[in-house]
């Protein structure tokens, strides 16, 4: 029988990776409340953050990196040599350089934190007013209520504690006192500046008003304190090569972003200057250091002519020989030049740089010409050679000497005139309103991601769900189908009740409500009135009148259909006996009201007689057999011959013996008293068991020679994602 039903019953194929898109869109459909609640729920998250964050505000300056002039007329060359133009993001990265913020974090103390020493959220309320409108408060290293004004002027420590938290406060006197972890480091009047005793801790105030309330003070890292305030500032440059720099600053404080935005600029404008005289300063410092060498070399050129003129009566030189000379020392006075414009080119360039090799080629020239005057001087007479070597020396130190001394003033002059090639446009300027946060943007943010959240849930949930929502899914299986049961929502409401009832009486066997009996007409009860049907036809082939009713794990519902099924057969005069096999669980009692004094384990192990074990119920021609009490061994009970005996004589005396048994997965129970069952049907719920699992758990049953006549899929809902709500509807109009 085992291989006739394998071969019969077909099996699944691959798993349809193909998106149902008509599906997915009736999960959103099913979970419309949930998916409401939550956008509804995340658009008021989002509109409570949007009232109670601090509002954040924008200021912004303009700046202008100007192309550099050529300076004072007549200085072209000395302008060009000193400086190469930058480009707008050589300028930027100045402009957020630790140079730059580093002053500004200096220059206002932004590193130096004082706040009011509470407890988070909680201490806001005890706290006091806050200062009256209109009142100064200090925008950096201070703080002001209505009660308490402390600035500081200077917080001194070593690096190892900054960023650490001291606590300020008051003496006896009234005068400040700071602790360090509940130690106090020092303290004295106001007006002084106190350190500790070892000298590495310095604190000088400038306003001293203390109002009961503790303070913290923190001086953070100069690293910290300017990454936090080049994470508040954008800078951009407005177009493409204009120069034109849009510096941004924001910040929860209007008066704060203000100031500080200013001294960026400030500071970015004064390093230019500095720079741009540093340039002249270096070339300046180096002609000072050759002047008085070359002073002194005129001096002894001078002296070494007149004594050869005084030794020679005056020699004097020839035409040729003075043109010699002329050229002689304009070729050494470029030479030195060369040397000059090489000394200053090299502090910015490597020598592969193009001007750098420039000036190397025009020194390497100017070389050569050398190398032939010096052959022509060669072939003069020897006193005319002497003469002409000695007024070479005077003459070319004397203008190289003449050429620095201007060179130098020209220097001066540039040193005291640098402007720099940065101007401030526009001053820092606040905006009124806050840039953040958009209340509007904020709580429309929070809506959609309320609503994608929950979307994105039910539809994950939705495909990594594998339950059974439709009858056709065992169909597929190879599985015939019975019957499909809808969710009684009058069995829901007397569930609750009675759940509510025993959690009041403490108790695990208060009654359940038989459904069938309570509420006849209700939709689930007529679902297994046409299971009813189906079954009279099936049974007409079946070996004997026993009815095996299992499942493929626990929670299925197998009694509640059990105990529903055997009042319907009773209802139409059938003489039905039901049977609670679940000697582990079972709880069937429950639906007929009985105490499980007595049943199926005590007449399985010899404690009690037939008649004892079978009680009557409320329904005409139903009994019911309970489980009795749990016993040690209920498979090897069931494996006795009494319960076959007990199976032959209840066919005999009953139309119908209905067993419901436990789930199959969970223990062999089942497969033992499907042996003894003409007519075995699997229990599976909506939602809960997938087609595999009840393919698996026929399977099981027919290793052990037990044939699965069919399937009873429970508790189907009423979704979009089924279609079952259109059965449901054709039901219910039926019967009115």
Do not use: C
Not at 442 to 468: D, F, K, M, N, P
Request: hydrophobic share 40%; proline share 5%; net charge negative.
């Amino acid at each position: 029988m085992s291989n006739e039903s394998t071969t019969s019953r077909a099996r699944s194929g691959p798993l349809d990776d193909e998106i149902d898109l008509h599906r997915l869109f009736a999960l959103l459909i099913d979970a419309k409340w949930l998916i409401l609640g939550t956008t509804v729920l995340a658009l008021l998250l989002g509109a409570l953050y949007a009232a109670l964050a601090t509002p954040i505000y924008k200021a912004d300056a303009l700046l202008q990196v100007e192309k550099k002039q050529a300076g004072l007329p007549g200085f072209e060359e000395l302008n060009e040599a000193l400086g190469q133009e930058s480009s707008a993001a050589a300028e930027i990265a100045i402009l957020t350089s630790r140079m730059v913020l580093g002053n500004v974090v200096e220059q206002l103390h932004t590193d130096i934190l004082v706040s009011p020493d509470r407890t988070p959220v909680l201490g806001a309320f005890n706290a006091p007013d806050p200062a009256p409108p209109g009142t100064p408060r200090p925008l950096f290293a201070g703080y002001r209520d209505s009660q308490t004004l402390v600035t500081v002027k200077r917080f001194t420590m070593p690096d190892n504690l900054r960023g650490a938290a001291f606590t300020l406060t008051a003496d006896d006197q009234g005068h400040p006192a700071l602790y360090y972890q509940g130690q106090k480091v020092l303290g004295g009047p106001a007006d002084q500046v106190l350190t500790s005793d070892d000298k590495t801790i310095a604190l000088e105030l400038g306003e001293w008003q203390y109002g009961g309330e503790n303070l913290t003070l923190v001086r953070q890292s100069r690293l910290s304190a300017i990454n936090s305030l080049r994470g508040r500032m954008e800078v951009l440059e407005k177009g493409k090569e204009t120069g034109i720099l849009t510096v941004t600053l924001t910040g929860p404080n209007q008066a704060r972003i203000q100031k500080e935005l200013d001294a960026v600029a400030e500071n970015y404008l004064l390093q230019n200057i500095n720079r741009q005289a540093a340039e002249a300063e270096k070339s300046l410092q180096f002609l000072d250091e050759q002047l008085p060498e070359l002073k002194a070399k005129l001096t002894a050129a001078e002296e070494k002519l007149n004594e050869y003129r005084l030794q020679r009566d005056s020699v004097d030189m020839e035409l040729e020989t003075r043109s010699l000379l002329g050229r002689l020392v304009s070729m050494e006075a470029k030479l030195n030049e060369l040397k000059i414009k090489e000394s200053e080119v090299s502090a910015k360039f490597t020598q592969e740089h193009p001007a750098y090799r420039t000036l190397l080629e025009q020194r390497r020239s100017l070389e050569q010409e050398k190398a032939q005057l010096n052959d022509q001087i060669g072939n003069l007479p020897e006193t005319q050679q002497e003469i002409l070597r000695l007024m070479r020396d005077v003459e070319l130190n004397q203008e190289i000497y003449v050429g620095l001394m201007n060179r130098a003033q020209e220097l001066r002059i540039m040193k005291a005139s640098t402007v720099g090639n940065v101007r401030i446009i526009d001053d820092a300027v606040v905006y009124p309103s806050p840039v953040k946060p958009q209340k509007g943007l904020v709580t429309a943010l929070a809506g959609a991601l309320g609503l994608i959240l929950s979307a994105g849930y039910v539809l994950g949930a939705g495909l990594l769900h594998r339950g059974i929502e439709s009858p056709d899914q065992l169909e597929e299986q190879g599985i015939p189908v019975y019957a499909a049961v809808p969710l009684s929502e009058q069995q829901q409401k007397l569930d609750r009740i009675v759940a509510m009832m025993r959690r009041r009486k403490r108790s695990k066997h208060e009654p359940i409500p038989l459904l069938a009996v309570s509420d006849p007409a209700d939709l689930a009860i007529e679902a297994l009135r046409s299971l009813r049907t189906s079954l009279h036809f099936a049974m007409m082939e079946a070996s004997n009148k026993v009815m095996m009713i299992s499942g493929p794990s626990p929670e299925v519902g197998k009694s509640f259909i059990s105990a529903n099924l055997a009042a319907v057969l009773a209802q139409v005069g059938q003489k039905v006996v039901v049977i609670d096999a679940d000697m582990r669980k079972g709880h069937l009692h429950r639906y007929f009201e009985n105490q499980n004094d007595v049943g199926l384990s005590d007449l399985l192990s010899g404690q009690a007689e037939h008649e004892q074990a079978i009680h009557e119920t409320k329904v005409e021609n139903l009994h019911f057999i309970p489980r009795g009490q749990i016993p040690p061994n209920p498979a090897e009970l069931l494996m006795h011959a009494r319960f076959k005996a007990l199976m032959e004589r209840l066919s005999a005396e009953y139309d119908l013996v209905l067993v419901d048994t436990p789930p199959i997965l969970a223990v062999t129970d089942a497969a033992i008293i499907g042996q003894q069952a003409g007519t075995s049907l699997i229990v599976a719920r909506y939602g809960v068991n997938s087609a595999k699992e009840v393919d698996v758990s026929v399977h099981r049953f027919e290793q052990n020679r037990v044939e699965i006549k069919g399937a009873i899929l429970n508790a189907i809902e009423r979704r979009a994602s089924n279609e079952y709500g259109y059965y449901a509807y054709h039901y219910n109009s039926d019967k009115t």
